[in-house]
């Protein structure tokens, strides 16, 4: 028998490539930055070569594929298939086909990260980019800020795109900040370490600026979480100097454009229900509503807002989204589903806690960033919808892949 051909694309590099260059174009708003882009679908394009990039190395370059089924990987596909199939019950099944679409897209994505990072090294490399990467909206809204250009409220950064959103924003960069202090730890055995070590925490310290600068409580909350949670495992290591970290911190909270300082949240604090709070519980009333009708099946994926209207309050204000990733699971897609998406979380958080636990130090600093990073998930989700975003989907590809090296 002939010896097997081989092929160019048997490491899947240029799915590997196309899957770095998606995040980068998921976090610079490529469409929005270069206008001209938008009628290429940038993301669309460029995350579908990816795919089929790594279809054509396993098929052609005799490449093993992997469906990334540990780290949460098996009840992610279970939970996608709900919001795939929820447009046969739902109550606005066009809603819901723009939902399942979507799903179809994080799930490839999701898909490629846990085959194309296949080393150590890639799994630094995404982690660094995803990091990176984050720079563009950082900047962005810090720009916006200090020029006073298009603030919300007068006082709140942001940027373009789904940026537009300061919450949104937030969000997105509190998932990168435990990435790049994971990085920092895992810089050990490089020339010029301690510049190497600053400059990653010089990138953390620009993204807990833009997060302060839009005002978001939701992710400001979530950022103290992270930071408390690598503040905690830092002191438990012995490193006293992020005493000083600590105190930068708390000073920054404590600026004029700090979140803890808008007029709302001061009357939040003094016992008042301000008009942003009484909108999420509002939300919150109207999806417990919905999962008291419907706690298996939901009104189907993305179609809590139009549904709003039907199960609201008579005293809720108008239709809105339901500000909390949990509850906006449980009413669209039932309790049982719930379920299953929190299992996914946890059996990644489970995995990555093994992953440390037995890996040597690199690569259990790098398995703490995306334990960090999904703890600021968790908690940004209590006040945001975000169980259909890009940072999650990226983080749970990466985790099964870093399990998969392991």
């Given at each position: 028998m002939p010896a097997p051909i081989a092929v160019p694309y048997s490491r899947a590099s240029w799915a590997y490539a196309f899957f770095l260059a998606f995040i980068?174009?998921?976090?610079?708003?490529?469409?929005?930055?270069?206008?001209?882009?938008?009628?290429?679908?940038?993301?669309?394009?460029?995350?579908?070569?990816?795919?089929?990039?790594?279809?054509?190395a396993c098929t052609m370059g005799r490449r093993n594929f992997t469906l990334g089924l540990g780290a949460g990987g098996g009840a992610l596909y279970l939970f996608s298939l709900a919001v795939i199939v929820s447009p046969l019950w739902s109550r606005w099944p066009s809603v819901s086909f723009e939902a399942a679409a979507e799903s179809i897209?994080?799930?490839?994505?999701?898909?490629?990260?846990?085959?194309?990072?296949?080393?150590?090294?890639?799994?630094?490399?995404?982690?660094?980019?995803?990091?990176?990467?984050?720079?563009?909206p950082a900047i962005g809204a810090i720009s916006n800020y200090v020029g006073g250009v298009d603030l919300v409220e007068g006082t709140r950064a942001r940027w373009l795109g789904v940026f537009r959103n300061p919450n949104y924003l937030a969000y997105y960069l509190v998932?990168?900040?435990?990435?790049?202090l994971a990085l920092r730890d895992a810089?050990?055995?490089?020339?010029?370490?301690?510049?190497?070590?600053?400059?990653?925490?010089?990138?953390?310290?620009v993204l807990v600026v833009a997060i302060l600068l839009t005002g978001s409580r939701g992710g400001t909350l979530g950022l103290g979480a992270v930071l408390l949670l690598w503040l905690v495992r830092s002191l438990a290591r012995g490193r006293i100097a992020v005493g000083a970290a600590a105190a930068l911190i708390v000073g920054l909270m404590m600026t004029p454009s700090s979140p803890l300082a808008r007029e709302d949240t001061q009357a939040t604090l003094s016992g008042k229900i301000d008009a942003s709070a009484q909108g999420r519980i509002d939300a919150w009333r109207t999806a417990e509503r919905i999962v008291y009708d419907k706690p298996l099946l939901g009104v189907g994926a993305g179609a809590f807002?139009?549904?709003?209207?039907?199960?609201?309050?008579?005293?809720?204000?108008?239709?809105?989204?339901?500000?909390?990733?949990?509850?906006?699971?449980?009413?669209?897609?039932?309790?049982?589903?719930?379920?299953?998406?929190?299992?996914a979380l946890v059996f990644a958080m489970l995995s990555l806690g093994r992953v440390a636990r037995r890996?040597?130090?690199?690569?259990?600093?790098?398995?703490?960033?995306?334990?960090?990073?999904?703890?600021?998930f968790v908690v940004c989700s209590l006040t945001g919808g975000y169980a259909y975003t890009w940072p999650l989907y990226f983080v749970l590809g990466i985790a099964a892949a870093l399990e998969r090296n392991t």
């Open positions: 980068v174009i998921v976090y610079s708003a490529s469409a929005h930055l270069v206008p001209q882009l938008e009628v290429i679908a940038p993301g669309k394009t460029v995350i579908a070569l990816a795919f089929f990039a790594l279809l054509w897209k994080y799930l490839a994505g999701f898909v490629v990260a846990a085959n194309v990072l296949d080393s150590r090294r890639r799994v630094r490399h995404a982690l660094a980019v995803l990091a990176l990467a984050a720079l563009f998932m990168s900040v435990p990435l790049a810089t050990t055995a490089v020339r010029h370490r301690a510049l190497v070590r600053l400059g990653w925490l010089a990138i953390a310290a807002i139009p549904s709003y209207e039907i199960y609201a309050p008579g005293d809720a204000g108008p239709a809105r989204a339901a500000h909390n990733s949990f509850a906006m699971i449980a009413a669209e897609l039932g309790l049982p589903v719930l379920a299953v998406f929190c299992s890996s040597p130090p690199r690569q259990a600093a790098i398995a703490r960033g995306l334990q960090c990073a999904l703890f600021g």
